[in-house]
T-cell receptor, first 115, second 114 residues
């Protein structure tokens, strides 16, 4: 069974400050991990994914995430927040089994950017 | 470049009414999914279809049925709507076959049951 925990349902940072959104996962087999972003009244867009290649993954809009197996974490970071980063962010896990394609989502973190 | 298209975008129903939510993708994807999104609960999988002609239950299937009409279309039906089914519904698709393929999402259907 797989699960995802996102610490902090709401995070506020000042424009230009570091963004850190936390994600911890549980999986019985090697995981594939994803971060998605959701802007108001829209669907989810893929930010980045980890699929067992490099542990530091770079995504769109200046975001990156580091897979740490020992900590079962996949935290999302961005060095300098921009007003356009205000959105809800979801971490998701799927198990690396051929044919098992189900994603399990965390409960989401709403990011607010303070001008 | 349409991607995943959901119709309708908004709908209000009365308790006990039935309705079908439509989803179509133009990316030649094998797998399709239906989720519901509720405040503070993230997205929960209702049903999915790994390929044309197959469907499987997800985490919260009760009160719903699905049809994989062809490779492009995957519909979700509420036979007798209940207020607890008030939610935002998302359809998604991916190439399938391997679980590292990201899912592509539609813009959602906002459904209110009175």
């Amino acid at each position: 069974a797989q699960s995802v925990t996102q610490l902090g349902s709401h995070v506020s940072v000042s424009e230009g400050a570091l963004v850190l959104l936390r994600c911890n996962y549980s999986s019985s087999v090697p995981p594939y991990l994803f971060w998605y972003v959701q802007y108001p009244n829209q669907g989810l867009q893929l930010l980045l994914k980890y699929t067992s290649a490099a542990t530091l993954v770079k995504g769109i809009n200046g975001f990156e995430a580091e897979f740490k197996k020992s900590e079962t974490s996949f935290h999302l970071t961005k060095p300098s927040a921009h007003m356009s980063d205000a959105a809800e962010y979801f971490c998701a896990v799927s198990e690396a089994n051929f044919g098992n394609e189900k994603l399990t989502f965390g409960t989401g973190t709403r990011l607010t950017i303070i001008p | 470049n349409a991607g995943v298209t959901q119709t309708p975008k908004f709908q209000v129903l009365k308790t006990g009414q039935s309705m079908t939510l439509q989803c179509a993708q133009d990316m030649n994807h094998n797998s399709m999914y239906w989720y519901r999104q509720d405040p503070g609960m993230g997205l929960r999988l209702i049903y999915y279809s790994a390929s044309e002609g197959t469907t499987d239950k997800g985490e919260v299937p009760n009160g719903y049925n699905v049809s994989r009409l062809n490779k492009r279309e995957f519909s979700l039906r509420l036979e007798s709507a209940a207020p607890s089914q008030t939610s935002v519904y998302f359809c998604a698709s991916n190439a399938g076959g391997r679980s590292n393929q990201p899912q592509h999402f539609g813009d959602g259907t906002r459904l209110s049951i009175l």
